[in-house]
């Protein structure tokens, strides 16, 4: 089955919809007897969960609509060449983009010359999975939960220091966020790259980390890191005894890794909503949920409107921690 054969027009949508997009489909029709290839972008190298979801994607929708996927990596400067691949594509839903949270709703702000205007440049079509993050300690750390370890940083203010990956990541946000939401001034200690954290945290140069859970789940098991709490409104299904911050009375620390599924500006409504719906059923395939679990990913979609608005409320949240403490990068 073709793509555009496989876009359902809803009767509510209206006559003049309906009438638009058969013109569209007149136009191209031609085209698309001698193109059955389609591409996921993914704007990072081969590897990693951005990677294996364009994978799982491509191979199934390859399998719904009789057509060869491909996946195209195209990094480089930090996933914008990639982004910019999609952005001046075709809207015809042969070319789609697989996007962490990062790019669309904190690089926005972060960076000073972003060259996109995310809800503008891009139609979203569904959210596709999400990772943990935990805050962790440290064994030698004299605090094991949040109460103790707010508590130790108000009795020694600006004392007490949090690595993370870089300024403006992800992680980096999640200890200022966790700093406004808990009243404290931990010290945050930039490094270039995850691993230098892990290994200056696990060394004891630095006492304190937020990192995806997945990366320092063996040390916390091993009893080399302490986990103080799951940023998330759940508990994590890979570690369940991990309290969430919430849990110990820390609202408003919700930090998670997410990755989505976009498309060109201009595609089709219908066409979006479609592709959100067959996104949504192969990745909730019992097989697919069980392999993107031994990731820690757990399946999260949602329909384009529902993506907009969290990629909006989420942008907005950011850029209120970014402008406050003057976070900038190139």
Excluded: C
């Excluded at 013109?23 to 996921?40: G, N, P």
């Excluded at 996927?69 to 691949?85: P, Q, S």
């Excluded at 994590?236 to 997410?258: H, M």
């Amino acid at each position: 089955m073709r793509l555009f054969n496989h876009v359902v027009i809803p009767a509510k949508a209206g006559i003049h919809l309906g009438l638009r997009l058969m013109a569209l489909l007149m136009l191209t029709s031609a085209a698309f007897a001698q193109d059955t290839t389609f591409r996921i972008v993914s704007p990072f190298p081969p590897g990693g969960p951005v990677d294996g979801l364009a994978r799982i994607l491509a191979t199934g929708l390859s399998e719904k609509y009789k057509q060869t996927g491909i996946v195209e990596n195209l990094a480089g400067a930090a996933g914008n060449i990639g982004m910019d691949r999609v952005k001046k594509a075709a809207p015809d839903g042969r070319t789609l983009l697989v996007i962490p949270a990062g790019n669309l709703t904190i690089n926005p702000t972060l960076m000073v010359n972003f060259p996109f205007n995310i809800a503008e440049d891009f139609v979203p079509i569904t959210m596709l999975a999400k990772a943990p993050n935990v805050f962790v300690a440290n064994a030698a750390f004299p605090a094991s939960n949040a109460r103790e370890l707010i508590a130790l940083a108000k009795s020694k203010p600006g004392t007490l220091s949090f690595a993370s990956p870089g300024v403006g990541s992800g992680l980096h946000l999640a200890g200022e966020l966790f700093n406004a939401q808990a009243g404290t001034d931990l010290l945050h200690i930039p490094y270039k790259g995850t691993p230098p954290a892990i290994n200056d945290l696990l060394g004891g140069a630095v006492p304190l980390m937020f990192s995806n859970l997945p990366t320092v789940l063996a040390h916390i098991q091993s009893g080399k890191l302490k986990a103080i709490g799951i940023t998330d409104n759940v508990r994590s299904d890979i570690a369940p005894n991990i309290p969430t911050l919430a849990e110990q009375g820390i609202a408003g620390v919700v930090v998670t890794s997410w990755y989505a599924l976009l498309a060109p500006r201009g595609t089709p409504p219908a066409m979006a909503s479609q592709l959100s719906r067959d996104a949504a059923e192969i990745l909730n395939r019992p097989a697919i949920r069980d392999q993107l679990k031994t990731q820690a990913l757990t399946v999260w979609t949602m329909s384009p409107d529902d993506l907009r608005a969290h990629m909006a409320a989420e942008t907005a949240s950011w850029a209120r921690i970014i402008k406050a403490k003057n976070i900038k990068t190139e």
